[in-house]
């Protein structure tokens, strides 16, 4: 059975939450269905659109803390080729995540749970 991106979003931060009780995130809600008028406000609220669905706010080796762009698999981040983002949304969170790079944050894709796992574990020991 395929996992959504939501699934796979709520497994992490419950993760995180048994795992690493003291450690500090906050995870977007952009994903969710809001009425007309609550997506109105919250486009409002945000700068742009693209950004990463999890930020760990825990600064370590040089980095300061870590943004995650969520993916069910790895087909929902790449077309065929293996090589080449699926559409024009991935390719502007990719920039995102570029852009969060270079302000010396770690930002990057991880695609279901057995990946966000690695990506953050990884991450909090320094490799």
């Not at 080796?61 to 929902?76: M, P, Q, R, S, V």
């Not at 065929?80 to 990719?94: L, M, P, S, V, Y």
Request: net charge positive; charged share 20%; with cysteine.
């Amino acid at each position: 059975m395929k996992q959504s991106e939501n699934s796979v979003h709520l497994q992490v931060v419950t993760w995180l939450k048994i795992q690493y009780p003291t450690l500090m995130f906050r995870t977007d809600m952009g994903g969710i269905r809001l009425n007309i008028g609550q997506s109105m406000r919250m486009k409002t609220l945000q700068k742009g659109s693209g950004w990463p669905d999890l930020f760990i706010a825990h600064p370590i080796h040089g980095k300061c803390g870590l943004f995650i762009e969520i993916k069910a698999t790895i087909k929902d981040l790449y077309k065929a080729d293996g090589r080449t983002f699926k559409n024009e949304h991935i390719e502007q969170q990719a920039k995102i995540l570029k852009h969060l790079t270079g302000l010396g944050y770690y930002a990057d894709f991880a695609c279901g749970f057995d990946g966000c796992v690695a990506l953050i574990t990884n991450y909090l020991n320094g490799e």
